[in-house]
């Protein structure tokens, strides 16, 4: 088949609906889909709705204008905006019915001033911060706050939730006192006798490992597209990787001994090569990190001088004609190269990996049902 595009993604689909049926299989709990960034750059609506296909129950955003591409999609799940929004957005979210985070007592406050002047009612989760030290009302603060917030008709608690700062490392020590910190608050509400609201904590590794973060949902993002919440804690078996980035040699030549390669000449043939030229480059997310490596012929070869804004150089053992296929992330044969493995090389995490794959590069679907 003639390839369309230089470079691409194809996201295997399939891969994200049987990720999130096994997800909400092992939790036995209803499950919010995490597409923010794009779908960790998968492809936001897309992933919902493969998501939905399997089983998720809620999505989550960290933006309006994520929230609001998901409703010109056509999604209807519930979404909840996990980050925050401006007071000038509250009119957006709630006329398209998108829940909003919460984050500290002002905000509840503005939340609600501005949903008064509207004559709408806001449908809030409140965000404890029970040691993630980033967004969220202290515990011990939190059952004012949750007593203004409920005095407050232009507000609805749907939700109370918490996040989790250490749940991918080996020590379960420090998630259980976060747990544990969140529980008390939920307790303070239990005895008012007030029905709860929807609690949530878990990310991916809590929902995964800690079965009493499950509560009443769980906020799954990277288990999702099939990759490994940390090097700690890694998936169970049958998880599968969504993403495979591919392109195509643009260029093959050789050159003689002694020949500089790239911006500065950082590599130099050391007898005649053969060096092809792949069209992609650090403006579509891979980066001047050393070394690098691609898997080309089902063989990983290196990537040799410095990445370019738009193309980088490999040395082939042998010539190949033009248009081979490159894989720069998945499979190719019985090669494999994955966001981790290129996460450990770029010195970061799998999830800046992969969004940071640009919109430049197209994204193909496959296994859609
Ligand atoms: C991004 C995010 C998640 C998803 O985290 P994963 O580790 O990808 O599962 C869950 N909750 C909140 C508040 C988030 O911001």
């Not at 923010?36 to 960290?62: C, E, I, P």
């Not at 030290?133 to 608690?157: F, K």
């Not at 918490?162 to 259980?176: F, G, Y």
Request: net charge neutral; glycine share 10%; hydrophobic share 45%.
């Amino acid at each position: 088949m003639e390839n369309r595009f230089v470079t691409w993604l194809e996201i295997d689909l399939s891969a994200i609906e049987d990720n999130v049926r096994r997800l909400c299989a092992l939790t036995g709990t209803p499950l919010m889909a995490v597409v923010k960034a794009n779908g960790y750059g998968h492809g936001a609506s897309q992933v919902a709705r493969a998501a939905a296909s399997g089983g998720a129950a809620w999505l989550g955003v960290a933006r309006l204008a994520e929230a609001l591409e998901l409703r010109a999609a056509g999604l209807r799940l519930p979404i909840l905006i996990l980050g925050v929004v401006s007071v000038a957005e509250v009119e957006a979210a709630v006329a398209a019915e998108v829940a909003l985070t919460v984050p500290s007592v002002e905000l509840a406050r503005a939340y609600g001033q501005r949903a008064t002047a509207l004559g709408m009612q806001a449908r809030i989760h409140l965000k404890v911060d029970s040691g993630m030290g980033r967004l969220g009302v202290l515990p011990n603060e939190a059952l004012a706050v949750v007593h203004e917030v409920q005095r407050n008709t232009a507000l609805r608690l749907e939700g109370l939730f918490t996040h989790l700062a250490r749940a991918d490392e080996h020590d379960p020590a420090p998630t259980r006192a976060q747990l544990t910190a969140f529980q008390s608050v939920v307790d303070g509400l239990s005895e008012e006798g007030r029905p709860l609201p929807i609690l949530h904590a878990a990310n991916s590794v809590a929902a995964l490992n800690f079965p009493e973060s499950r509560m009443g949902l769980v906020r799954v993002g990277i288990a999702m597209y099939g990759l490994h919440p940390s090097a700690e804690a890694p998936l169970p078996e049958g998880f599968r990787p969504a993403l495979t980035w591919k392109a195509q040699l643009a260029s093959c030549k050789e050159l003689p001994k002694g020949h500089g390669v790239s911006y500065g000449h950082e590599y130099v043939t050391r007898g005649r090569e053969i060096i092809g030229a792949i069209p992609l480059g650090y403006a579509d997310g891979f980066r001047r990190a050393r070394p690098n490596t691609v898997l080309i012929k089902g063989a990983r070869v290196p990537v040799v001088g410095r990445v370019c804004m738009d193309q980088c150089m490999v040395r082939l053992p042998a010539p190949l004609p033009l248009g081979t296929e490159v894989v720069l992330i998945g499979r190719q044969g019985s090669q494999v190269i994955s966001a981790e493995e290129v996460a450990v090389r770029w010195d970061t995490n799998n999830y800046e990996v992969v969004t940071g794959l640009s919109a430049r590069v197209p994204r193909l679907y496959t296994g859609e049902r």
